[in-house]
């Protein structure tokens, strides 16, 4: 039951039929609840869209909660929402459903601050090495984030050095993350955190990861290709022992068709490696 606390000209708060009214940051939200039917295919693609955003927002929380802090503040409007808009709709590449990522397009600040030049990104033996021009203010603290795609995870320096120092060296060597696709990103915060820099994106190391639909894909193709080579060597086998005729039978006529059948398949089945 919804109620009317301010009279019956006023806001809602609770349910009503399929609707629900309540206060969200100090806004007045009213949605729907129940069975929405199927899905049409924008919806689909919207779902996806989601997803593959809130999987990247959800490993650079710690990055985005002070990255956008000023960009929210005074705003109904949080980090997380923020972040979310940004990538949802900039940082998306593809068509449902093989959407991922563009990484190169993702922003993780914005702000009047004055921004990195020169940058240079290398991997080292142990780790990443990553430099900047130092004109600007010195004291101005270095914000570092490295997005590990294949792990759903990232390396968040929020202090990472100070502008003047012009070099960084995240240390990397454990668990095989440094040979993996590496997501690097930089901006500055002033060191009394009045001020933010746009972020600037480094680049990538060790090539892009795979989508989750090529993953799916691979994982697929694989599966049929396990099935296929068992059954295939028992066709062969028998062949070979009927003298290369088809063995006259309804256990081999099954056994031809699947193998037919599985041939075919993998010949257009996507997620061949290779």
Known sequence: MAKAANGPLGTLNGKLHNLVFYVLNGQHVCRTIGDPGKPSINQLANRQEMSVTMRLVKSIREFISVSFDLEAQG???????????????????????????????????????????????????????????????YDDIVMILLCHPLRRKATSLINASRRDAGTCFIELHHDGFLDEPIEAYICFRAADGKEISDSAYLGNLNGEAETEE???????????????????????????????????????????????????????????PG
């Open 75 to 137: 705003t109904v409007k949080n980090a997380h929402n923020l972040a979310t808009s940004y990538i949802k709709k900039k940082a998306l590449k593809g068509q449902y459903p093989n959407l991922s990522v563009d990484y190169s397009k993702v922003e993780l600040s914005h702000g009047t601050l004055e921004g990195a030049r020169d940058l240079k990104l290398e991997k080292k033996e142990k780790g990443v090495q990553i430099s900047w021009n130092t004109e600007g203010r």
């Open 214 to 272: 090529q993953i799916s894909q691979k994982k697929k193709y694989a599966e049929v290709k396990q099935r296929f080579d068992v059954v295939e060597a028992d066709y062969l086998l028998q062949m070979k022992n009927n003298r290369g005729n088809p063995v006259d039978s309804k256990a081999f006529r099954n056994l031809a068709k699947e193998y037919q059948v599985l041939k075919n398949k993998l010949e257009h089945l996507p997620g061949k």
